[in-house]
């Protein structure tokens, strides 16, 4: 995998988590005034398999893009923009 694949995980990640908790967030309505307030939200007690989803995927994704980016380097040299 490139470069560009290892920034395609970082975004994605980036992306996945917030969005799993925005969908966990919908299906729990208390929790639409409790997010802001709260530092854990009633979304996580109740759908903690979705919450916890998110949290795997992107830890997971984090990694592979590191790992992409660490091997892309060894190949072709130190990465520049």
Request: hydrophobic fraction near 45%; charge should be neutral.
């Given at each position: 995998m490139s470069a560009r694949g290892a920034a395609a995980c970082w975004l994605v990640a980036g992306i996945a988590y917030p969005t799993l908790e925005a969908a966990a967030a919908r299906v729990c309505p208390d929790t639409a005034t409790r997010t802001t307030s709260s530092v854990i939200s009633q979304a996580?007690?109740?759908?903690?398999?979705?919450?916890?989803t998110g949290f795997v995927l992107q830890g997971t994704l984090f990694f592979v893009g590191a790992l992409s980016l660490a091997r892309a380097s060894e190949t072709t040299g130190p990465v520049s923009s």
């Open positions: 996580g007690f109740t759908l903690s398999h979705l919450m916890n």
